[in-house]
């Protein structure tokens, strides 16, 4: 998964996941382009979004069979995209999942503020565990709570998800985030 790194103040979120979304100003955007604002993806969003994943070489392993509020993206003052994250659900679990940022605007918080509305929008649904497959960040996910799993520790359902299924290589690092955790809140 790509990232961006950033350390961002906790955000309220609405008690609806159908609604939760923020606006944040990004710490010294590109010349010209304003801050960011995070808000639930749309129908319309995907093949902007499906092209940011191969720009970023994530999977698209059936990303739009879920694709909808359960995905956030972030758009610059111009309503250009800047990065998405999504969680697809499995029963009471989530697969967080897609998190991609332009390459320009990685290490602007745009990441770390997309992974904290998406972790917001996982409890307001009431999910009690996230997972997450990566290949090149496992170092970047524990400052969000995650920690490394085996991979065949998840629940069953999510075991049967593209992704986990075969979507990323055996050799990626799995991890786990109880939401139920107080550290996790």
């Known amino acids: 998964m790509q990232n961006a790194i950033g350390n961002i103040a906790p955000t309220p979120y609405s008690d609806n996941p ?80 897609s998190a991609a940022v332009r390459a320009e605007w990685r290490g602007r918080g745009v990441g770390a503020a997309l992974t904290a509305d998406r972790l917001g929008w996982a409890r307001a649904a009431r999910l009690t565990d996230l997972y997450l497959l990566t290949q090149t960040a496992a170092e970047y996910w524990p400052r969000f709570g995650f920690a490394r799993t085996e991979r065949d520790a998840a629940p069953a359902p999510l075991q049967k998800s593209a992704e986990w299924a075969g979507g990323c290589p055996a050799s990626a690092v799995a991890m786990r985030l109880d939401l139920r955790a107080p550290s996790a809140r």
């Open 18 to 97: 159908m609604t939760n979304s923020s606006s944040r100003s990004a710490p010294e955007p590109p010349e010209g382009s304003g801050g960011y604002q995070i808000r639930p993806a749309t129908a319309a969003d995907f093949p902007v979004a499906e092209a940011l994943l191969r720009e970023s070489g994530l999977t698209l392993n059936d990303v739009a069979a879920q694709w909808g509020p359960q995905y956030a993206i972030a758009l610059d003052g111009s309503g250009r995209m800047l990065g998405m994250a999504g969680v697809e659900v499995y029963g009471r679990v989530g697969l967080f999942r």
